[in-house]
């Protein structure tokens, strides 16, 4: 496996510290396999509602976790708060095996986070963004890397156009292609599909499995309830901040007792309003 | 901990920032038309850079340093201080545009890196400033580099402290809740500079005095001067820590100048670092100052900065009536009332006020100066006229409130010309009811009647509805929106200055078109008739009728320049 250890932190990387990085502790599923990331009695209160109440749950090497919910049911706070923009309020959360909190350059190092709509910066071009990217992460020999990535994602023939100028869609796949740069270990995406055409999400979905494929966990938020099925090997369904159900699709149908339901009704099932 | 200049890559990202606004310049002038806005801009900028430099070398230069010069550069210092520690209140935290701030937090990058890049940021903003007032204070003062170099490093302190007040306060609201965040620091500043401007004009006017006793040795206004004032036991201690500036900036020898300079420039490595260090988690206020901020930069694009960015609670009770019609057009009217009533009520009231207070000053001041008919007339008139222009200029209830909506209304099942009609009547009639009040309240206080006066309120709503129609088939016809801070200012500054020339020339043809044929038939009736009223009433209702007919084609304009809107290209820089 890739993530044994930390990488040595590079030269080009941003904020490194000049010590050595702790070493990551070993972390363990009860199953054996390593755990990418962990999340621990989390929770995020905002000035008039709690958002996330006591979530734990955790992601192997390699596996790829659908994480559903209604709109406001904490998704996007659960998020956010893993990728280290919003402070971690209650929990602990471990990217393989750095505290976000104690050690968190070497976590964030193993993350890479595509948001709902992402922002390129209006006046560099794609293969600036790249550039950028690559010493952000302290990534090395990235150029041949980009060139894949931009070939998958059809970006090529757009490498000089500024960030201003891509459409939401384009937007969306440069947002793919900074964040599969570094080989992260743990990749965040919240409703990453949103804006791609038809061929962009085949390229997408292929690409998130190959990624999974590789070593590197994915967490990924969606409404499109079809694609969490395809992909994910694990679900994670939230509503109103609280974990309803952690397991395989099997689990959960054999929990709410259908053998074939899809994930759909099951969903509306067990987020229905009480008293409807 | 990353070095003094922070991390690596947000450097590079400054490069490369730096590089693209260049290339999108270059980029723009591949049209012509940008070519004639940068060469306007330039030579506007160039012309205001110029007068100021011809203003500094001609006022009188200052030989020798006198204490008042002294004391001016302190209280200089302790102003520009002081409104940048009471203006980081609204940017706690650490502010981030919209493309930094969830990459910058997500990233492996400490919150240092991220304090030292924007520094970094903002002092570059600065730069332009600093060489300005350091080129002005060096013409005025003796020893001119030194008060170029003085004022510039002092130019380039202002931003860290800044940010510094802004983390500070963050860690403070972080600890102690919410009340830092309530704190109303721009309605402090806004008091403060209007009783300041107040107090100013009062005491130039000799409307008041400053109290015996109050400042050392002064008995009357006579023996007041700006180093008795400095020497007041209070104003020395705000003004003490200014010192070392104000010696660096009036110096007139390099041994009075270098120690200062080099304790100027230990502050503000010493600051620079300091506000590196500050432990403070500033993201979430980061988030919602960065929101906040952004609201604010639409709210400039569309003209309209004193609108708030979102409606309460409190207004969505108010009912709105359906002035014109269920139809679409009273649909879209309702709309944008709506709009008004909910979105701008403090701006309204504060225009409401401005007007009643012209109105009642204006009147107090001139009775009983010249003939009260006379008062009445030229008072209506002017209050309409500037009342018109203020409000207009204030209450951007138009195509620019719905500036980022345009795709929405341009799918709006009316025809162009209706739907400019109707987005812009509200304002219209409510600008025209509010100096409608205003006129004839000045008319009932001063208690006569002039038949003029009649002529005023019956043509002070075309003339509004002539000017918001022209205003926005303008701004339809070239909407393209600019912000400060944002590149291409030259090219923005002279494109803004052409767009306001093909609006005076507009308006000047409207005049001409209606005035002239109004000054003809009134010669011929008063040829016919020789009664000069009659003539005055037929040449007043001919000009009533042509500025409504030029009222109707502007509105045909301003429908075809709705049409030709092209939301794809027609959009913020």
Redesign the interface.
């Known amino acids: 496996m890739p993530h044994d250890l930390p990488p040595a932190p590079s ?7 000049l010590e050595v990085p702790p070493r990551p502790e070993v972390d363990v599923s009860p199953i054996g396999r390593r755990v990418a990331l962990r999340v621990e009695g989390f929770s995020k209160t905002y000035t008039d509602h709690a958002a996330v109440q006591d979530l734990s749950f955790e992601v192997e090497e390699g596996e790829i976790l659908g994480l559903v919910g209604a709109n406001g049911a904490g998704k996007t706070t659960t998020l ?1 708060s893993i ?5 971690l309020q209650a929990g602990r959360v471990v990217i393989r095996g750095h505290d976000l909190i104690e050690h968190e ?2 976590a ?2 193993e ?1 890479a ?1 595509i ?1 709902d709509d992402p ?7 794609v293969d ?1 963004h790249l ?2 990217t690559a ?4 990534a090395k020999d990235w150029e041949s890397r980009a060139e894949q990535l931009l070939t998958t994602f059809e970006l090529l023939e757009k490498r000089q156009a ?2 201003g100028e891509l459409s939401r869609g384009m937007r969306q796949k440069l947002a793919f292609c900074c964040a599969w740069l570094h080989k992260p270990g743990v990749v965040l995406m919240d409703e990453p599909l949103s804006g791609l055409d038809p061929r962009g999400i085949r390229s997408a979905k292929v690409a998130i499995r190959d990624l999974a494929r590789e070593g590197s966990s994915v967490i990924l938020s969606s409404h499109l309830l079809e694609l969490i099925e395809e992909l994910a090997d694990k679900l994670l369904i939230v509503h109103k901040g609280r974990k309803v159900f952690a397991g395989t699709l099997t689990e959960l149908r054999a929990q709410f007792s259908t053998a074939e339901g899809s994930l759909e009704e099951i969903f509306l099932a067990i987020t229905e309003p009480k008293g409807t | 901990m990353s070095g003094f200049f922070g991390s690596p890559a947000m450097r590079l990202l400054f490069r490369l920032k730096f590089r693209g606004g260049l290339r999108k310049q270059v980029r723009r002038l591949k049209e012509p038309k940008h070519w004639i806005f940068l060469v306007v801009g330039g030579l506007a900028a160039l012309s205001w850079i110029g007068m100021l430099f011809v203003n500094a070398l001609t006022s009188q230069r200052i030989s020798s340093v006198g204490p008042d010069v002294f004391v001016v550069t302190q209280i200089s210092m302790f102003v520009l201080f002081a409104l940048t520690i009471v203006g980081a209140f609204s940017y706690r935290g650490l502010y981030l545009p919209k493309d930094e701030i969830e990459m910058g937090f997500s990233a492996p990058l400490t919150r240092s890196d991220l304090v030292r890049y924007r520094m970094f940021v903002s002092m570059m903003k600065s730069l332009f400033a600093g060489f300005l007032f350091g080129v002005a204070a060096a013409m005025r003062t003796g020893g001119s580099l030194y008060a170029f170099f003085g004022v510039f490093v002092g130019m380039l302190t202002v931003p860290l402290v800044g940010q510094g007040a802004a983390l500070v306060l963050g860690g403070a609201e972080n600890k102690i809740g919410k009340l830092a965040k309530y704190f109303p620091g721009r309605l402090v500043v806004r008091v403060g500079i209007v009783l300041f401007v107040l107090l100013a004009i009062l005491y130039a006017n000799d409307m008041i005095r400053v109290p015996n006793g109050v400042f050392d040795g002064a008995e009357n206004e006579e023996s007041f001067t700006l180093d008795r004032f400095a020497a007041h036991p209070l104003v020395h201690v705000l003004l003490w820590p200014f010192t070392p500036w104000a010696r660096m900036i009036t110096a007139n020898s390099f041994l009075a100048f270098a120690p200062y300079f080099a304790f100027a420039v230990g502050t503000w490595l010493l600051l620079f670092e300091s506000v590196a260090r500050i432990r403070v988690d500033y993201r979430e206020l980061s988030l919602a100052t960065s929101a906040d901020i952004a609201k604010r930069i639409s709210r400039m694009r569309k003209g309209n900065l004193g609108t708030k960015g979102s409606v309460t609670r409190a207004t969505i009770g108010w009912n709105v009536p359906w002035f014109f019609g269920r139809g679409a057009f009273g649909a879209v009217a309702w709309n944008k009332t709506a709009a008004i009533v909910r979105k701008s009520r403090g701006t309204l009231i504060i225009s409401a006020l401005i007007i009643a207070f012209l109105t009642i000053l204006g009147t107090a001041v001139t009775h009983g100066t010249q003939s009260e008919e006379k008062l009445l007339l030229g008072g209506s008139f002017l209050l309409a006229g500037v009342g018109t222009l203020y409000m207009c200029a204030g209450l951007r209830f138009d195509f620019r409130m719905d500036f980022e909506l345009m795709d929405r209304v341009k799918t709006w099942p009316l025809r162009p010309s209706m739907l400019f009609l109707a987005t812009i009547l509200p304002e219209v009639l409510l600008v025209s009811a509010m100096l409608f009040i205003a006129v004839l309240a000045r008319a009932l206080w001063i208690g006569t009647y002039h038949p003029g006066l009649v002529g005023v309120l019956a043509f002070q709503p075309l003339a509004t509805l002539t000017w918001v129609a022209l205003d926005n088939a303008v701004f339809l016809f070239s909407p393209i929106r600019y912000t400060p801070g944002e590149e291409g200012a030259l090219q923005n500054m002279g494109r803004s200055m052409l767009l306001m020339i093909l609006r005076g020339v507009l308006m000047g043809v409207v005049v001409f078109v209606v005035l002239l044929p109004a000054m003809g038939v009134k010669w011929v009736v008063n040829e016919l008739s020789d009664d000069s009223m009659t003539s005055w009433w037929a040449a007043g209702a001919f000009a009533w009728v042509a500025l409504l007919a030029l009222d109707a084609v502007l509105i045909w304009l301003g429908g075809k320049m709705l049409r030709r809107f092209d939301v794809a290209k027609d959009r913020p820089v």
């Open positions: 030269p080009f990387a941003a904020g490194v510290p956010r990728a280290g923009i919003l402070p350059l070497n964030k190092r993350l986070w948001p922002q390129p910066f209006d006046n560099l071009t600036e550039r950028f010493a952000l992460y302290g500024l960030g």
